[in-house]
């Protein structure tokens, strides 16, 4: 993310004023949105427009055995999402509109999972998981519905899990951007544990925000529990790139200031002076 800077004349009669731009440069923040297992990207298309109306560049997809693919999801295996998610990421990144420094990815519940484990395979500056699952490391390559038979998973996402023992936790511990944690009061298909696992994983982040939206179940299936994330979603969102377009101008100013000759630093009034 940057922000331009130059200084400019403004004509106004025989005169010229002295002046300075400061604008955002030309590229703008990508925002990749990951839905859940048995999802789509409808499910994304009203966050993704809220994100677009703060000046981001937003992506939706259907991963495969979803949507027109449901065909596929018997078959369809972990690895082959997440590599439906890289190829998501690359796509964004490769716009020439898009800032490569100023990527958030968010996931839901399974797409949460996928976004987690991406983290380790690309550079991700924002991460939003809402209620994000978990899984053993085990038979990576198998059909993902399988996985749901294993007598032991309930148990398991009830266990505290150390960071080492889980890829998506692993993938956590080094990541050192700003993260979003949303959980919902009523989850039974994600308890709370996993998302205390998630959030004891993220010890290098550079923020960490958690919220628990009252009354939800774990697909958010009331409006007001959808607008409340949403709302959760779009504010986090408004101040991490807010924040981050307003650290990299003061630094431009600063640098700015510290290049004027020394007889026009301290040149004009004080800020309130009238």
Same mark, same amino acid.
């Given at each position: 993310?940057?922000?331009?800077?130059e200084t400019i004349g403004i004509r106004v009669d025989s005169a010229t004023l002295e002046g300075t731009l400061l604008m955002p440069a030309r590229e703008f923040p990508g925002v990749l949105f990951v839905h859940g297992w048995g999802g789509s990207q409808v499910h994304d298309l009203a966050r993704a427009k809220e994100a677009a109306g703060l000046g981001c560049v937003c992506v939706t997809l259907d991963l495969r055995g979803h949507a027109?693919?449901?065909?596929?999801?018997?078959?369809?295996?972990?690895?082959?999402?997440?590599?439906?998610?890289?190829?998501?990421?690359?796509?964004?990144?490769?716009?020439?509109?898009?800032?490569?420094?100023?990527?958030?990815?968010?996931?839901?519940?399974?797409?949460?999972?996928?976004?987690?484990?991406?983290?380790?395979?690309?550079?991700?500056?924002? *991460?939003? *998981?809402?209620?994000?699952?978990?899984?053993?490391?085990?038979?990576?390559?198998?059909?993902?519905?399988?996985?749901?038979?294993?007598?032991?998973?309930?148990?398991?996402?009830?266990?505290?899990?150390?960071?080492?023992?889980?890829?998506?936790?692993?993938?956590?511990?080094?990541?050192?951007?700003?993260?979003?944690?949303?959980?919902?009061?009523?989850?039974?298909?994600?308890?709370?544990?996993?998302?205390?696992?998630?959030?004891?994983?993220?010890?290098?982040?550079?923020?960490?925000?958690?919220?628990?939206?009252?009354?939800?179940?774990?697909?958010?299936?009331?409006?007001?529990?959808?607008?409340?994330?949403?709302?959760?979603?779009?504010?986090?969102?408004?101040?991490?790139?807010?924040?981050?377009?307003?650290?990299?101008?003061?630094?431009?100013?600063?640098?700015?200031?510290?290049? *004027?000759?020394?007889?026009?630093?301290?040149?004009?009034?004080?800020?309130?002076?009238?």
């Amino acid at each position: 993310m940057d922000i331009r800077l130059e200084t400019i004349g403004i004509r106004v009669d025989s005169a010229t004023l002295e002046g300075t731009l400061l604008m955002p440069a030309r590229e703008f923040p990508g925002v990749l949105f990951v839905h859940g297992w048995g999802g789509s990207q409808v499910h994304d298309l009203a966050r993704a427009k809220e994100a677009a109306g703060l000046g981001c560049v937003c992506v939706t997809l259907d991963l495969r055995g979803h949507a027109s693919d449901s065909a596929e999801i018997a078959t369809v295996s972990r690895a082959q999402n997440l590599a439906d998610v890289v190829a998501a990421y690359d796509w964004l990144t490769s716009q020439p509109s898009v800032d490569k420094e100023a990527i958030a990815v968010i996931g839901v519940s399974y797409g949460g999972y996928l976004a987690a484990l991406l983290t380790s395979l690309r550079r991700v500056r924002w *991460l939003a *998981l809402r209620s994000p699952a978990i899984y053993k490391d085990a038979d990576w390559e198998k059909p993902k519905r399988e996985l749901h038979r294993d007598p032991d998973l309930p148990a398991y996402r009830r266990r505290r899990i150390a960071p080492g023992d889980n890829r998506a936790l692993q993938a956590c511990t080094a990541f050192g951007g700003d993260v979003l944690l949303v959980e919902a009061e009523h989850d039974d298909v994600v308890p709370h544990a996993v998302v205390e696992n998630y959030q004891a994983a993220f010890a290098k982040v550079h923020s960490l925000t958690a919220r628990v939206v009252a009354e939800a179940d774990h697909g958010f299936s009331g409006k007001g529990e959808q607008r409340e994330y949403t709302n959760v979603l779009i504010k986090w969102l408004t101040e991490m790139i807010v924040g981050a377009r307003a650290t990299v101008a003061a630094k431009k100013v600063q640098t700015h200031k510290q290049n *004027l000759p020394p007889g026009k630093r301290d040149q004009g009034s004080s800020p309130g002076d009238a």
